[in-house]
């Protein structure tokens, strides 16, 4: 199943780094937790596919253009690392920015379950039992 997971996981990327966040619903568990860690903007849990939907059209509001691109995916069995770049263009100022983070997905069968955004790769590695 995990070759499946990072086939998931590399289709969603492919979109979000053509700016593209329309995600299938049909990967995500309907009671899907999204976990931002106290270092981001909006920390907090999400639950749900009605949450995950408010947070992301509130999370992508203030941009002109966002990417998120994929530079590398590690598989870990039942969960995925993807180490991200995310660029955009602020809507108000027109300021580019860029910022690296990691994702952590985790599936129980085709379904993913959790998806965590975590921002240093040591943690990202821990959540799902690796060590650099």
């Known amino acids: 199943m995990s070759q499946e997971n ?49 947070y992301m059209r509130g999370f992508l509001e203030p941009w002109t253009r966002l990417t998120m691109e994929a530079e590398e995916i590690i598989d870990a069995g039942d969960s995925v690392v993807a180490a991200l770049v995310q660029r955009g263009v602020g809507d108000g100022s027109g300021a580019p920015t860029e910022f690296r983070y990691f994702h952590v997905w985790s599936f129980r069968g085709r379904k993913v379950i959790r998806l965590e955004c975590v921002r240093q790769r040591v943690e990202a590695l821990e959540a799902v039992g690796l060590r650099e």
């Open 6 to 54: 990072v086939e998931t996981v590399q289709g969603l990327y492919a979109r979000w780094s053509q700016g593209d966040f329309r995600t299938d619903v049909e990967v995500l568990d309907p009671l899907v937790l999204f976990v931002l860690r106290p270092e981001f903007p909006d920390a907090g849990s999400y639950l749900g596919l009605e949450r995950l939907g408010e």
